[in-house]
């Protein structure tokens, strides 16, 4: 059979960035404000930083205004609510994420919720969250999003498919799921959640028209578990060694890619397929939010 076709997150990702740069230039155009975005970064994890510096770029790039707001890992719940409500107040910011994870001596929950709904860009208030699930328009996590956008513009079909979603991260997995089952464009598919409980997970697997890998667990999917011509969504960043690599470690995602590229119909790279989607999803959000801040 055929090698696979490589969805192309970060080709998709580009496209959207322009459609994002056309639209923010329209705002200016019409006296609007340009869509705000302000990151809170708080402690020095390498990876956070590393996201939140390419989030920050990506939103200069687009005409945004963006703030990024960065917070030593001592940083007390207090002064973090105390930021979150200077934002919420700040009518030239349209969006606050949050980078996670967050120091252990933070709850993370209680920061999301201190965020107003209506500037949650990450999508993870549990108003949103609750939206989601009972089919409300509302903030969408970007991640999934970005799956879901991939799916629509890579043409997959996925009305009757029978997807399979591993993980239940209420970040990830779980809403992915729910926008895959969902009426709609990427949707109407028959969704099941798997995880590591999950009985007789492989043979589960090589059922899925569609599978959508975000465990966590590099190369967890092996070649075997996939379906000849199933369309395969890697949303695993792992750090593994690699000798001949030139710092001794590379990125691979939760799915044995150079295994499945020879059975699967279509599959995301890692790196250039959903992580790009992510960022771009981001933008899309902020500016969604800006246009319902100023809608007249
Ligand atoms: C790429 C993230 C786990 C935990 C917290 C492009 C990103 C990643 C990969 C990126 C991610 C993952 C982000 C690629 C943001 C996606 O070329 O493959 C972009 O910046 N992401 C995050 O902010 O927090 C995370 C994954």
């Known amino acids: 059979m055929a090698e696979a076709g490589i969805i192309d997150g970060k080709g998709i990702a580009a496209d959207i960035h322009k459609e994002v740069i056309a639209a923010v230039a329209e705002m200016k155009a019409v006296g609007k404000r340009v869509p705000g975005l302000a990151v809170v970064l708080v402690g020095d994890n390498p990876a956070s930083k590393a996201y939140v510096s390419t989030k920050t770029k990506r939103c200069a790039e687009a005409g945004f205004h963006s703030m990024q707001i960065d917070r030593p890992a001592s940083t007390t719940r207090e002064e973090l ?168 470690s590379r990125i691979v995602g939760d799915v044995d890619f150079e295994a499945a590229k020879k059975i699967a119909g279509a599959i995301t790279p890692v790196p250039g397929g959903v992580g790009p989607m992510t960022v771009a999803m981001l933008l899309r959000n902020t500016l969604q939010s800006a246009l319902q801040h100023q809608a007249k």
Request: net charge neutral; proline share 7%; with cysteine.
């Open 81 to 248: 609510l105390e930021i979150i409500r200077g934002l919420n107040a700040d009518p030239s910011i349209h969006g606050i994420l949050v980078q996670l994870p967050l120091p252990a001596h933070i709850d993370e929950q209680e920061v999301i919720a201190a965020i107003s709904p209506d500037k949650d860009v990450d999508g993870f208030h549990p108003i949103n969250a609750g939206k989601l699930s009972i089919g409300l328009p509302g903030f969408v996590p970007c991640t999934p999003l970005g799956i879901q956008e991939l799916l629509i513009r890579h043409k997959v079909r996925t009305s009757g498919a029978f997807a399979v979603v591993l993980g239940r991260s209420n970040l990830v997995g779980r809403p992915a799921a729910q926008l895959l089952s969902q009426k709609g464009p990427a949707g109407d598919a028959t969704v099941c959640i798997a995880h590591s409980r999950t009985r007789d997970l492989a043979d589960l697997c090589r059922r899925a028209d569609i599978l959508v890998a975000a465990i966590g667990k590099a190369h967890f999917v092996t070649g075997d578990m996939i379906k000849p011509g199933a369309v395969v969504i890697d949303v695993g960043i792992n750090r593994i060694d690699d000798a001949s690599a030139k710092n001794g």
